[in-house]
Structures are given as structure tokens and as C-alpha cells.
């Protein structure tokens, strides 16, 4: 069976703190992605990566970065968080293309006090 | 800039009855996706659908893809409880990148 694993399934973290939200997926997939997902705002796309060491800015990239050193890992990167970083994140991976879907992980809900 | 805009936002039914979720977009799609995401889960892929008029079964569940390529509809025939979830609707505008644009969701519960 195919996965996307992210490292934590919560976290809570201090304002100002830099956060590292991990994702992994075994299933050999060129397209990965980041979302945040908050209530009445669907999911917002923050990043994505179509290749090894290429990013793109989604929707709302402000105030994260991301890497993608190896073609399974695509780390987010919150540089200072802040409460209104509070959410839950979501990264998914799929292969490209337009019949195909994602799939995503079990998701991070991160909380910033 | 593709918008993709689901109705209703909420559904509260009884087990047993049918229901329909809608997805609208003035934007012509090359593919449209269905999820389904639980509580504390991330979404699950239920189906994709590809040409205009085209209709997929998923056992109770029923896609299908407008014939401009500009909205799907989901019906769901005798709702379970195990049905209640978060479904989204989201389009595929963008190439191989393979970027989806996600509608806002409909939130179904299913009382039993």
C-alpha cells in the first residue's frame, strides 16, 4: 500500500519558534505538496515541488519555506511561528498528470501558543 | 483565477435516505477528483473522472462529470453511517504539475 507518512501526528510550539514539519512517501512520486487546512477556508495551498531541489509558491507561502533535498522527503518550514500559524497541514504526493489523485498524509495539527 | 464551489457546505440526514453534493465552476477542468476525509485524517481519493458526461459507480456512490467539464456532481443512495466525512471536490487546471484546485467541502452526517 502506498504512503505518505508525516512525522508528527501534533505538536505544540512557542511563537517565535522555527518548526520543521516532515513528509515522506515511498511511492516514487515526482509532484509533492503542502496545504493548511483551516475550518471555512478549505485547503490552502503553501508549496509545492515537482522535482528534486524545485519549489513553486502556492496560494500562501508567507511566513514558511520548504526543502526537498531527496525525491522522497519535502519538508515545511515555519521560520518564526505564529498563532495564526495554528493549523492542521497537510502533504500529499502524487505521480503528475491528470488522472491521477493524491494521496496525502494523515495530516500534522499544530498548535502555536 | 479557478474557483471550484461546493453546496451545500452541511448535510445532516438520516441513515437510509439519498443525497446529492454538488461542485460548480465557470473554469473548464481537465479532470475532476472526489475525496473523503475523516476526522484527524488527511482526504482520501474516492474517484476521478476525466471525459465530459462521463459516469462512475462506487458501490451507493454515483460520480458524474458535467458535459462542459465544469462541474461534477456525487450522489449517495441509502446513506450509511459510515458515510459521515468531509467531501471535497477538486480540479485539475494546471498541466503535469499536477496541482488541484480544491472546492470548499460539504460536511455530511449521517444519523443513525
Known amino acids: 500500500d502506498v504512503k505518505v507518512t508525516q512525522s508528527s501526528r501534533y505538536l505544540v510550539k512557542r511563537t517565535g519558534e522555527k518548526v520543521f514539519l516532515e513528509c515522506v512517501q515511498d511511492m516514487d512520486h515526482e509532484n509533492m505538496f503542502w496545504y493548511r487546512q483551516d475550518p471555512g477556508l478549505g485547503l490552502r495551498l503553501i508549496y509545492f515541488?515537482?522535482?528534486?531541489?524545485?519549489?513553486e509558491k502556492g496560494d500562501i507561502p508567507e511566513g514558511y519555506s520548504v526543502s526537498r533535498e531527496k525525491k522522497e522527503r519535502f519538508s515545511l518550514i515555519l521560520e518564526s511561528a505564529s498563532t495564526n500559524q495554528t493549523s492542521m497541514y497537510l502533504c500529499?504526493?502524487?505521480?503528475?498528470?491528470?488522472?491521477?489523485?493524491?494521496?496525502f498524509g494523515s495530516g500534522t495539527r499544530l498548535t502555536v501558543v | 483565477t479557478q474557483l471550484l464551489e461546493q453546496s451545500p457546505q452541511f448535510l445532516s440526514i438520516q441513515e437510509g435516505e439519498n443525497l446529492t453534493v454538488y461542485c460548480n465552476s465557470s473554469?473548464?477542468?481537465?479532470?475532476l477528483q472526489w475525496y473523503r476525509q475523516e476526522p484527524g485524517e488527511g482526504p482520501v481519493l474516492l474517484v476521478t473522472v476525466v471525459t465530459g458526461g462521463e459516469v462512475k459507480k462506487l458501490k451507493r456512490l454515483t460520480f458524474q462529470f458535467g458535459d462542459a467539464r465544469k462541474d461534477s456532481s456525487l450522489h449517495i443512495t441509502a446513506a450509511q453511517t459510515g458515510d459521515t466525512g468531509l467531501y471535497l471536490c477538486a480540479g485539475d487546471g494546471s498541466g503535469n504539475t499536477g496541482k488541484l484546485i480544491f472546492g470548499q467541502g460539504t460536511t455530511l452526517q449521517v444519523k443513525p
Open positions: 515541488s515537482y522535482d528534486v531541489k524545485m519549489k
Open positions: 473554469s473548464v477542468f481537465s479532470s
Open positions: 500529499a504526493s502524487t505521480p503528475g498528470g491528470r488522472i491521477y489523485g493524491y494521496t
